[in-house]
């Protein structure tokens, strides 16, 4: 899977929409992440023998939330007034200046991946995607606070796993019940997407990210399992950073669960660009780690800066005549 995510090319008009798409595949993608995948995109995509797969997420509205407040996940009060306070910071900005490369408490409501209204859901979900795309590419599915929730459902399970193993720490009980609750959602909606459109392609973007095991997603059941390597934001990641993260998630791949598939983030604000020498870099740490396999997010960058993209189309079409010779 070579995929372009993309969050920031204009998709208006359908000529935009088909644009999208033919900037994507001449870069060399052969797949498409987009939320809400349009009639247009996907006959400009077939046409070009482009998979599209359309996002989901577990977010609901506060609306909903308010209304159905037992299908939401539930945070720790004080983790409910960190994310209070934190609405008045602009975080992108606060994420450069604090070094945090994500927010302590994730803003909107999610859904509780334990409740069965909240799965069928997600469900419906996957199956409206499919009606249209090639596939699917999970994105937000993890936990508010990043290590648990405090649902009723949740903490009446976790008390049964506490009375079933009185030696093991609390903490550790709560780790591993968060972690089986991702695990298990990812495998209930692979299999439903699956059974709806037996060719679909199941993929995901691991974040939040998920304290007690940062390292967990090769557990997660998808196709392709794309964890970050190298992030948006300021501070850049070292590129020692991004090769040891790389090297860690291919050590643990479990091929039969998912391919693990390398994550780039890049976004086209000036402050935020990285150099091509830079991406040309972190492209190869994703090939030697991912092998043919790289999700780049987003285009516009790709768009903005044509030496940017010339790096990655290379990369992904293995025209770099220079490394041919070397
Ligand atoms: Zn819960």
Not at 272 to 289: G, S
């Amino acid at each position: 899977m070579k995929a372009a995510w993309d969050w920031h090319l204009p998709r208006v008009t359908e000529a935009e929409q088909r644009a999208l798409v033919a900037f994507a595949h001449a870069t060399g993608f052969d797949t498409l992440i987009v939320h809400d995948p349009t009639p247009a995109m996907m006959d400009e995509a077939q046409q070009r023998g482009v998979n599209v797969c359309a996002i989901i997420t577990p977010n609901v509205s506060d609306e909903f939330a308010h209304r159905r407040p037992e299908c939401c996940q539930q945070i720790l009060p004080a983790e409910e007034a960190i994310a209070a306070a934190m609405r008045s910071v602009d975080w992108e900005e606060y994420t450069v200046r604090a070094r945090r490369w994500f927010p302590l408490v994730q803003p909107g409501a999610l859904f509780c991946f334990e409740h069965p209204l909240a799965q069928a859901e997600l469900k419906a979900r996957v199956d409206q995607a499919l009606a249209v795309a090639d596939g699917v590419a999970f994105d937000g599915f993890g936990f508010r606070n990043h290590y648990a929730c405090f649902c009723p459902h949740c903490q009446e399970a976790r008390q049964g796993l506490m009375a079933g193993s009185p030696d093991r720490q609390a903490a550790d009980i709560m780790a591993s019940h968060a972690a089986e609750s991702l695990v298990r959602v990812s495998q209930l909606l692979y299999d439903h997407a699956k059974t709806r459109k037996p060719t679909a392609i199941v993929t995901n973007h691991v974040w939040p990210p998920f304290r007690p095991d940062p390292y967990y997603a090769w557990r997660l059941k998808l196709d392709y399992c794309s964890q970050t390597i190298s992030w948006f934001y300021k501070p850049h990641w070292s590129l020692t950073r991004v090769a040891f993260g790389a090297s860690e998630m291919r050590q643990l791949e479990e091929p039969s669960i998912n391919r693990f598939v390398p994550f780039i983030g890049m976004f086209h604000d000036p402050q935020l660009v990285r150099t091509p020498a830079r991406l040309a870099a972190e492209l190869a740490i994703a090939r030697r780690y991912g092998g043919d396999h790289l999700i780049f997010c987003s285009l516009r960058v790709l768009q903005e800066y044509p030496d940017l993209r010339q790096v990655v189309e290379e990369a992904l079409t293995g025209h770099d005549q220079a490394a041919d010779g070397m």
